[in-house]
């Protein structure tokens, strides 16, 4: 289910970035060329976790930064960025973070199998941990390919 969004562009790895905004705008280049958002989803985003700190960090070195659908989400997408040297987002404990999963929602209630598949990636300890030690893109693809 997860490989329907996660695949090829949707998946990249890094050794590096300069800041979170930086990983985000990166994060978020395979959907925004495919047309899933607009380019003004990532300043959304950012204007929201300047409003209310890093709110989509959501465990120790994972983000799924997202912003609303009426704020340029088109469709529904997600892409992926691990980085090999985490990055801090602000997020306290939580940092640094070296997987980012972006998410698009082109609307608020159809994109709940995503979230619950999701949810089901997070809560796998095993699976979460191999893909906090990937480094290649085939590795995160057999990870994703269980879910």
């Known amino acids: ?63 799924m930064p997202h912003a609303r659908p009426e704020e340029g989400a088109k469709a529904h997408g997600l892409s992926l960025l691990k980085l090999q040297r985490g990055v801090s987002f602000n997020a306290g404990e939580f940092d640094p973070v070296d997987l980012i999963i972006m998410l698009a929602a082109a609307d608020k209630h159809s994109h709940i199998e995503m979230i619950a598949t999701l949810a089901e990636l997070f809560s796998s300890d095993q699976d979460l941990a191999e893909l906090h030690q990937a480094t290649r893109r085939e590795e995160i693809e057999n990870i994703i390919q269980r879910f």
């Open 1 to 63: 289910m997860l490989e329907t969004w996660l695949n090829g562009p949707t998946i990249q790895c890094r050794e590096r970035v300069d800041d979170w905004q930086q990983a985000l705008a990166i994060c978020a280049q395979p959907l925004l060329d495919a047309g899933v958002i607009t380019a003004d989803y990532v300043p959304a985003i950012i204007s929201q976790q300047q409003a209310l700190g890093a709110y989509y960090v959501l465990a120790p070195g994972l983000a």
